[in-house]
């Protein structure tokens, strides 16, 4: 079955740090860019990085809002993409998703996994 | 960054009925506009990819068109599974970004 399946998540302290990972089934996962979206409580949806394949460097790029403490990077033997993430902030408290890039005419993002909660309080 | 603006923000509509859902970008994303259906504690689901195109296995029931700045999602004949949100988002340039949702409410 192609899917993906997010886990890591859990509660958190401030300034704290946590690693989300990203395992893939049912498809080649090296062939493909992996991104990360969130969505805070009640609230819509944000990206937050993406990493390429290793076919176009492998190279990542992050939100703004996440640049300099969230880092994503991929193992391609085992078909897991992570999520490093430190100096978490309350506002960082979200649903965590990683999706597959389609890139084509346009980029898309076609398959999602269920996510995984990060709560970061004290 | 690029701001996507959808409209409205929620509706009511009946089973049969046709909904249409308008996006807006801050600036041209030529045809960069995917929508995406979440239902309540679900991960989003792609339903439309470049603006118009229908992903696999969507229904037809759905349809989208637009360029440039201004897109549309139309429901031809609204069923009880399209009770959602629905997200309009744009890839044409980082950081993607997406619309603050519509959400599709049984009247």
């Known amino acids: 079955e192609v899917q993906l399946v997010e886990s890591g998540g859990g509660l958190v302290l401030p300034g704290r740090s946590l690693r989300l990972s990203c395992t893939a089934s049912g498809f080649t996962f090296g062939d493909y860019a992996m991104t990360w979206f969130r969505q805070a409580p009640g609230k819509g949806l944000e990206w937050v990085g993406f990493?390429?394949?290793?076919?176009?460097?492998?190279?990542?790029e992050n939100a703004a809002s996440v640049e300099g403490r969230f880092t994503i990077s991929r193992d391609d033997s085992k078909n897991i993409a992570y999520l490093q993430m430190s100096s978490l902030k309350t506002e960082d408290t979200a649903l965590y998703y990683c999706t597959r890039v389609i890139i084509g005419v346009v980029w898309y993002f076609d398959l999602w996994g269920r996510g995984t909660l990060v709560t970061v309080s004290s | 960054d690029i701001q996507m603006t959808q409209s409205p923000s929620s509706l009511s509509a009946s089973a049969g009925d046709r909904v249409t859902i308008t996006c807006r970008a801050s600036q041209s994303i030529s045809s960069n506009l995917n929508w995406y259906q979440q239902k309540s504690g679900k991960a989003p689901y792609l339903l439309i990819y470049a603006a118009s195109t229908l992903q696999s296995g969507v229904p037809s029931r759905f349809s989208g068109s637009g360029s440039g700045t201004a897109f549309t999602l139309t429901i031809s004949s609204l069923q009880p599974e399209d009770f959602a949100t629905y997200y309009c988002?744009?890839?044409?340039?980082?950081?993607?970004?997406f619309g603050q949702g519509t959400n599709v409410e049984i009247k």
């Open positions: 988002q744009q890839s044409y340039n980082t950081p993607w970004t």
């Open positions: 990493i390429r394949s290793k076919t176009y460097g492998g190279t990542t």
